[in-house]
């Protein structure tokens, strides 16, 4: 249990475009997402938050404008990184939490595998 | 401020015993995760300490003293798929994880 997908596993586009990366929870319901940015050998840093039905969370430096989310069922958050350059190339991972409880700890996030962009 | 310390890399021998130290500071604390990420794919759920001691599962153990701010993860019968970098990720008071660049741990045949 606790699967999160996500589409697509790498993306290369070219500058100025539009880039849209879905993160979907299969196996249970995600009241809130989570949406990361990892460059090579450095941490996982936090972009936003993402609850149902309402607005994302943004943490500080993350431009909501550029970085579009949309949480619009309890399974599904979409990252739209808006007139991408170059140095949007990272690797962009989602998590989710499963607030069902039962065998899962209701904090644990679990992750999606990855999007790989690479903006040339 | 939050803070994490985790040693930047570790290597150990297959099938030894290896434990991965971690130290945090954070504003508030609602337990401590510890999760595995292989180079190039994303992190998996290993364990969660909320109390005080071990909780053992399978050849993971991970442990947890609040007080002194440390926890540790403990790696029996190393295997070469272990390999990978260990996340310590400590929640604070608005059940934010706190993220580290984690420890990469080298197994050697």
């Known amino acids: 249990g606790a699967v999160v997908s996500q589409h697509p596993s790498w993306v290369i586009c070219k500058s100025g475009t539009s880039v849209k990366i879905e993160c979907r929870s299969l196996?249970?319901?995600?009241?809130?997402m989570f949406w990361y940015r990892q460059f090579p050998k450095q941490s996982l840093m936090l972009m936003a938050t993402?609850?149902?039905?309402?607005?994302?969370?943004?943490e500080q430096g993350v431009e909501k404008d550029k970085f579009l989310i949309n949480h619009a069922s309890l399974t599904l958050s979409t990252l739209t990184v808006t007139s991408a350059h170059p140095e949007d190339s990272s690797f962009y991972i989602c998590?989710?939490?499963?607030?069902?409880?039962?065998?899962?700890?209701?904090?644990?996030?679990?992750f999606g595998p990855g999007t790989r962009l690479t903006v040339l | 401020g939050q803070n994490i310390d985790q040693p930047t890399e570790m290597t150990a021998t297959e099938g030894a015993i290896v434990q991965i130290n971690c130290t945090y500071q954070?504003?508030?604390?609602?337990?401590l995760f510890w999760y595995q990420q292989h180079a190039g794919e994303a992190p998996t759920f290993l364990s969660y300490?909320?109390l005080d001691g071990l909780e053992e599962k399978g050849r993971f153990s991970s442990f947890l003293s609040r007080s002194k701010g440390y926890s540790y993860l403990l790696l029996k019968e190393l295997q070469m798929k272990d390999s990978a970098s260990y996340l310590c990720?400590?929640?604070?008071?608005?059940?934010?994880?706190?993220w580290g660049a984690g420890t990469k741990l080298i197994i050697k045949p």
């Open positions: 998590s989710a939490k499963d607030l069902a409880g039962g065998r899962l700890f209701t904090d644990t996030q679990y």
């Open positions: 196996d249970f319901q995600a009241t809130t």
């Open positions: 993402s609850n149902e039905g309402s607005k994302a969370t943004y």
């Open positions: 954070t504003s508030g604390f609602n337990g």
């Open positions: 300490n909320v």
């Open positions: 990720a400590p929640m604070d008071s608005n059940y934010q994880l706190i």
